[in-house]
Structure formats: structure tokens, C-alpha cells
């Protein structure tokens, strides 16, 4: 019971963070709305004088980057997690072998997520320019 209760307080303040990471800068960083707003402007870098298309793509690259975000963190997340069971499970070879299976796929993917950010500004580059 207590395991259980433990993992629901870690689950909690996970979401605690995670939901003052996405809000509290809108709230700090407020500001006025203009009287006749475009329903598209500054929605991801959209402009009232931008096509259709190009505020398409830049929401899209927008989105793109929110979910990047979130898997770097997951990986660095999985790394600490993995380097913190390698240390602790010193005695038993096989959860030895999982804990660098861990930190091996963790660091595999934190580079995918890196490299897939310089794709995605590219992109977006791309985008703005009309390409």
C-alpha cells in the first residue's frame, strides 16, 4: 500500500510540474488584446497578412516543436532514471545489463530528438520563405 500511495504522490507532482511548465508563463507574460484580433494571429508565428498555407506550416512546425520538447525531456528523464538504477542495482548482473540497455536507448533517442529539432527548424526556415 505504501508503494502505491508513492507512486500516485510522484504522479501528482509530475503533473504539478508539467502543468506550471505549459501555464504559468502565460500568466507571467500576459499581455492586452487588441480590439479586433485576427483569429489566426500570432497563433505559432501566424500573421494576419500570411497565406493560408504558410500559417498552416507554421502551426504544424509550432505543434512539432511542443511535442519535441517533451520527448527530449523523456529522454533525459529515462537517462537519469537509467544511470540512477545502474547505480543501484550494482549487485545483480542482469538488471545491470537493463539499466545500460536503458541508458543506451535513452541517449539513442535523445540524439534522434536533438537532430530532429535542427530538421524541424530547417523546415520551418523553409516555410517562412515560401520553398
Known sequence: MKIKSLKNIKFILLAFLVLNYLILPNIIFAQDIPENPSPIEGLFGCESNQTLRKCIGSIAMGILKILLVFAIAAAVIAFAFG?????VQGGSEDQRKKAKDILLWS???LVVALLSFAVINALQNAVKQGL
Open 107 to 109: 541517449a539513442v533517442g
Open 83 to 87: 544511470g540512477i538504477k545502474f547505480i
